[in-house]
């Protein structure tokens, strides 16, 4: 019986690859007054529902879902987390 | 003593608020064959690190740039976490 996954998906750019606007947002953070803040870098965060039959299948799908259009490999890393939605399932 | 804490920051739309970005990826998901996505509602996702002298005034500092610039309150929601850096601190 096929099932609702809730997908949580968070898109960062590598460590090697320069992040313009994360270093414009620190300048900005900077100019504010938060003169201690650093490292600031900007990725993004996807949430999804996806249904499947078990959730390992729904962990498959997300995978190729980020590898093939929400993330760039060649410049992005991504992880995600997957938990399936407790919904009232007639047996 | 100051200490450097590291902020993980997850910046999303309101409920209410539509997001064509998320229907755009939606319907890319769809066309790409992952028939059973549906919600995708895109955010973002921000690291930085601060120094500060403890954690509270840490969380403080990272609430005060969310509300300020990171995340729009009229239309976006914003949750984050806050971890000091471990270091090796001479007494």
Redesign the interface.
């Known amino acids: 019986m ?1 099932q609702t996954y809730q997908a949580q998906i ?3 750019l590598r460590p090697s690859v320069l992040d313009p606007a ?1 270093t414009a ?2 300048s ?2 900077q100019q ?1 007054g ?1 003169t ?17 039959e078990t959730e390992a299948e729904a962990r498959q ?1 997300v995978d ?2 980020c590898d ?3 993330a760039n490999p060649t410049i992005e890393n991504y992880r995600f987390e997957v938990q399936a939605l407790t919904e009232g399932v007639a047996a």
């Open positions: 096929s968070y898109v960062t994360g947002v620190q900005g953070l504010l938060f201690g803040v650093a490292g600031v870098r900007i990725g993004k965060y996807v949430e999804l529902t996806v249904t499947a799908q190729q879902m093939r259009l929400l």
